[in-house]
């Protein structure tokens, strides 16, 4: 994905695009009217993610430790330390370095921030005017530190010259940021020069600070070309404090994997690919900076969803394509069966004598007979139920069994009932009519389910009002109870 990297230097500003590894061409604009309406013109050409690098002199760095909190307690304590040190700019941050490891445990904190914002403000308006995404606003110092990632030593100075900003020295205590100073470089003095003469006074600046700490060396490396290299090496001379280590910028290049050939000393297309490639967490631009990038980022995710959604539709659009072309070839064996029968079908139907009977008369008559049948319906239908409740009551012997086909109680079915006369007896009993009268009222309750209208024609034991109960109570032959129900069965609609 192609990006837009902006530089800002003391007297320079300037616009390449990244895209695949490598950086285009610089384009420079003045720091005045016509050259922000040029970059301007420039934004509307190329409305990609836009990344700018800062290195001017104006940035200040400052070591505190603070108590470790969290929540809105901590953010308080940030806003009030960025008010103590740097209530002017709003382009300022707080990077944490570490946590102490005894007492309290407090945070040790590196406030930084842009001093002077009147440098960058017009750009960014022009920017904001554009509606350009813009990523973040990132310090040289802050993109650095992958330069060092497999240096061994754990006090590191490392030098880098951008042409159009000046020679960058910035100090890492166990690869955090600590300390940078931006050093110009005027006509009447060379890289080699200027490093030879500075870093010395860089190293007692940093043993008023104690780093690195007695007895311990300052390591020095140096991005440079092959060229460079060798003017440095004849001006500088390494001792038990100071140690210097040249950094090859076109090895670099390959092992960050730019593309762009690197002909001087030159850092600043190397640090804007670091830039590109992975952009710190960091930076000095707020929510109101990052307005139209976190709505770029937005219509991405949206744009990927959409297309997620899509790839899922297609997918299973294929997958049922595919299942519709096995069922079709799964129904083609019954298509072939089904025309195999319209075939016979109408091999009968060209068999069939002719007839002067119309086919009305013969379609009344197929419905007279098919009424018919519900007169008289098979016994096995209408006793089904009827033996299915007998074999669930096994204390009911069956002495006999008739039906026969009544009109009167046929409603309310348009069909004649059939009333089955069971004369049965209770068995196993004995003398507890209670408990052989209960027996029997379950079991009429069972054939009431079944879909059958049961009366009691005559009770085992005569419990009416006019009836008599008399018995000898020694007596418990266990002679069945006689009795007889009428069950009456209806044809269903």
């Known amino acids: 994905m192609a ?26 604009f003045t720091n005045d ?38 929540g809105s307690s901590r953010k308080d304590l940030l806003a009030r330390k960025f ?10 941050q707080a990077l944490l370095l570490q946590r102490q490891a005894e007492g309290r445990r407090d945070d040790e904190m590196l406030f930084s921030a842009l001093t002077n914002p009147q440098r960058i403000s017009p750009w960014l308006d022009t920017l904001l005017s554009n509606h350009i995404p813009l990523a973040g606003i990132y310090s040289l110092p802050s993109i650095s530190s992958p330069l060092l990632k497999a240096a061994p030593s754990d006090h590191v100075l490392l030098l880098s010259w951008e042409k159009d900003a000046g020679l960058r020295q910035t100090y890492f205590n166990n690869r955090r940021l600590h300390f940078s100073r931006l050093i110009p470089i005027n006509e009447n003095s060379t890289f080699s020069d200027t490093v030879a003469s500075e870093t010395p006074r860089t190293q007692q600046y940093l043993k008023s600070l104690s780093l690195p700490p007695p007895g311990e060396t300052l390591d ?72 139209f990038y976190l709505l770029w980022q937005l219509k991405r995710i949206l744009f990927g969803i959409a297309a997620v959604t899509a790839l899922f539709s297609l997918l299973l659009s294929g997958t049922e394509f595919f299942q519709g072309r096995d069922y079709v070839s799964q129904t083609e064996p019954f298509n072939i069966q089904a025309e195999f029968i319209k075939q016979q079908t109408q091999q009968i139907q060209r068999a069939f004598a002719n007839t002067t009977v119309p086919a009305s008369d013969m379609k009344t008559a197929v419905l007279l007979t098919r009424k018919l049948n519900q007169y008289t319906p098979p016994a096995e239908l209408i006793l ?24 009167e109680d046929a409603a309310p079915s348009a069909y004649p009932a059939h009333v089955i006369t069971l004369d049965g007896s209770l068995n196993g009993f004995g003398s507890d009519y209670r408990k052989a009268l209960a027996y029997l009222d379950r079991f009429q309750q069972a054939l009431t ?22 018995g000898d109570s020694r007596k418990n032959d266990g002679s069945p109870e006689q009795f007889t129900l009428k069950i009456i069965w209806r044809q269903k609609e």
Request: hydrophobic letters at 40%.
């Open 384 to 407: 089904n139920e009827l033996t299915l409740a007998l074999d669930q009551f096994t204390q009911i012997t069956v002495n006999k069994i008739a039906w026969e086909s009544s009109a």
């Open 83 to 92: 008010e103590q040190f740097y209530r002017g700019t709003s382009f300022r």
């Open 220 to 291: 020095v490396y140096i991005i440079c070309d092959a060229n460079d290299r060798i003017a440095l090496q004849s001006h500088l001379e390494g001792d038990n404090e100071l140690h210097y280590t040249f950094l090859d910028i076109q090895e670099l290049g390959k092992r960050f994997k730019a593309k762009n050939e690197y002909t001087n000393s030159d850092a600043t297309p190397l640090l804007l690919h670091l830039l590109a490639s992975k952009a710190p967490g960091s930076h000095y631009a707020n929510s109101e900076h990052m307005h």
């Open 3 to 28: 990006r837009t990297l902006l530089f800002l230097s003391a007297d320079y500003f300037q616009a390449s695009i990244w895209q695949s590894g490598k950086l285009g061409a610089a384009r420079y």
């Open 449 to 470: 389910q079944r879909g059958y209208t049961v009366s009691v024609a005559k009770q085992p034991l005569d419990i009416s009002p006019k009836g008599s109960i008399s």
């Open 33 to 70: 009217a016509n050259g922000r309406e040029n970059f301007s013109a420039f934004l509307k050409m190329h409305r990609h993610p836009a990344y700018l690098l800062v290195d001017v002199i104006e940035e200040d760095f400052r070591l505190e430790v603070v108590p470790h909190l969290s």
